[in-house]
């Protein structure tokens, strides 16, 4: 799983176990449905993601009325057009998302981030209120696909039972199952955690004496050093949540596919995918994070196992899926599923890949409008990422830079330096930090 820039593809075209009673969900036709002249869309995020704004922007432009739960300190939160805005509070997120819920009354929820999907999931478990939890499996799928979407070792059973072409994978619980693996699989292999994004718990394994420790390392919950870390210096007060449960992520293992990292955005509802875009990544934060720039692809492989992990989930909403093209053959493998908004869904491409404006085309039981696309061009540079990492990055002059800029204060916003370096007590803290987090691991 190449970190460095990929060459193109021209040449081609928390349980982890998986319930019995988990079935397969033919693909809608377009059943007529009362027509929603505006449907109310909530968008649902403990992060601080930039494609959440983008998204509400093209949620917007298509005709809904959208809403937000968030973070105080959002960006999205600037955009003067939000029907509404709800503060989605660490300390008890269940409450805060059913408050928000009951007072957007949406249509559909969109979570942007892994810990918003098992919120909504535990919020379906928990709550006394029908219309909640009918609300929360229209917008994400039937409850019997949840520990499925949140594990990634069953959704890769349940893939390969389906036919997909998948790594071979298995859970890893204890560090006798990681033996057991490490004596029948030579290495590399991937080491990930559930519950995990951009990267932060994924681990290539190059030699076996490296792997128990990588275990032991992920196996652990987060530090309340860590957790303050991130709360003073990154504004996520939700890691504070993660020491306070005491959470400790499940593993599973995965076999290395040799070639470069792809991904598909897809909206769907209630099984069917209704638009979606492939993507290549061109570079990427890590060796395994998210694409900072993309290519825009056809890939008939990834978009057929999309369709087929989709219908038989039952999944509405957005979703991503992330893929590795064999360098050897072009075979497209499916290494997990990303429950929620990713960003490449945010993008407003030409039909059939506008996702924003098929989704709410649907929920509102009108016909596709026809909306002129962001661009023409197939590599997309994602903003702010690249102009932050890299500003003299040849495909910020080559691709389409990403900036909305009909929203001058979501773009002032989105330019400010990370929390961490914008004051001078944040930077010294910082200083500190890195200083004692080296002296530790002497």
């Known amino acids: 799983m190449r970190a460095v820039q990929a060459d193109f593809t021209g040449t081609y075209a928390t349980e982890p176990a998986v319930p019995k009673d988990v079935t397969s969900h033919a693909p809608l036709t377009a059943t007529p449905r009362n027509a929603i002249a505006n449907p109310k869309v909530l968008l649902a995020t403990t992060g601080q993601l930039p494609s959440t704004a983008r998204l509400a922007m093209e949620l917007h432009d298509a005709g809904a009325e959208v809403a937000l739960i968030s973070a105080g300190n959002h960006p999205a939160r600037v955009l003067a057009f939000l029907a509404q805005c709800h503060t989605y509070r660490a300390t ?37 209120d029908p219309a909640v939890r009918t609300v929360i499996e229209e917008s994400v799928g039937p409850a019997t696909s949840f520990p499925i979407v949140t594990s990634r070792h069953a959704l890769l059973s349940l893939a390969a039972k389906a036919g997909v072409r998948v790594p071979e994978s298995a859970p890893v619980p204890n560090i006798q199952a990681l033996n057991a693996w490490i004596e029948t699989h030579p290495t590399p292999f991937v080491l990930k955690a559930d519950g995990s994004w951009a990267g932060f718990g994924v681990r290539i394994i190059s030699d076996t004496s490296a792997a128990r420790s990588a275990f032991t390392q992920m196996r652990k919950s987060i530090s309340l050093r860590l957790a303050l870390r991130e709360t003073v210096l990154e504004g996520d007060h939700f890691a504070l949540r ?8 499940t593993l599973s293992v995965q076999a290395y596919v040799d070639g470069w990292p792809a991904n598909i955005g897809v909206a769907c509802w209630k ?14 934060e890590s060796a395994t994070g998210p694409s900072t720039v993309a290519r825009v692809i056809d890939n008939a492989e990834m978009l057929d196992a999309a369709r087929t992990v989709v219908a038989a989930l039952g999944i509405s909403g957005l979703v991503g899926f992330d893929f590795m093209i064999e360098a050897a053959t072009g075979h497209a493998y499916m290494i997990e599923m990303n429950p929620r908004n990713t960003p490449i869904c945010a993008i407003r491409l030409a039909s059939p890949r506008d996702l924003p404006e098929a989704l709410t085309a649907r929920i509102a039981g009108r016909s596709l409008h026809e909306r002129p696309p962001r661009t023409e061009r197939d590599i997309i540079v994602f903003f702010p990422d690249t102009w932050r990492r890299d500003p003299s ?34 930077r010294l803290a910082r200083k500190a930090w890195l200083k004692a987090a080296a002296a530790s691991s002497r």
């Open 271 to 284: 099984g069917e995918v209704v638009a979606a875009t492939c993507a290549e990544s061109v570079a990427t």
């Open 393 to 426: 990055n040849q495909f910020l002059h080559s691709g389409f830079h990403d900036v909305p800029w009909e929203q001058p204060e979501l773009v002032r916003v989105l330019m400010r330096p990370e929390m961490r370096d914008r004051y001078w007590i944040m």
């Open 92 to 128: 008890n997120p269940g409450r805060s998302l059913q408050k928000a819920i009951r007072r957007s009354a949406p249509d559909l929820i969109i979570p942007c981030d892994e810990r918003a999907v098992r919120d909504l999931h535990q919020l379906w478990r928990s709550t006394r």
């Open 242 to 249: 993660s020491w306070v449960r005491h959470e400790l992520p």
